[in-house]
């Protein structure tokens, strides 16, 4: 059965550093692309990153462009997201979700573009 795993998340002061990984069980990870989504209270959820199957790019939001990076570990079947100088405006629920065969991930950056997702992991940035 497939599934998705996030987790790293916790409680970081403003600058401060975090990695979450997704883990992926059921299914070879190189295959799909992976999207980072982030949910706020009272907000949607917005698409931060992805990495494409076979790792053929990848995307950024605005948002997090220079301070976030995705990446890959196929022999660990995980995906990455490596956050520095974290703001409180990151505080939200981080998802992964896994689509197959997304060879070009820049297009998809809206939860209905991805089938399979994880619990999500809280990540808090607060003095």
């Known amino acids: 059965q497939l599934s998705l795993a996030e987790s790293g998340g916790g409680l970081v002061p403003p600058g401060g550093s975090l990695r979450l990984a997704c883990a992926a069980s059921?299914?070879?990870?190189?295959?799909?692309?992976i999207g980072w989504f982030r949910q706020a209270p009272g907000k949607e959820r917005e698409g931060v990153s992805c990495?494409?199957?076979?790792?053929?790019?990848?995307y950024y939001s605005d948002s997090v462009k220079g301070r976030f990076t995705i990446s890959r570990d196929n022999g660990k079947n995980m995906v990455y997201l490596e956050m520095r100088n974290l703001k409180p405006e990151d505080t939200a629920v981080y998802y992964c979700a896994a689509e197959p065969l997304l060879y070009d991930c820049s297009g998809a950056v809206g939860p209905d573009d991805y089938d399979y997702w994880g619990q999500g992991t809280q990540v808090t940035v607060s003095s």
């Open positions: 059921g299914f070879t990870l190189d295959y799909y692309g």
């Open positions: 990495i494409s199957s076979s790792s053929r790019n990848t």
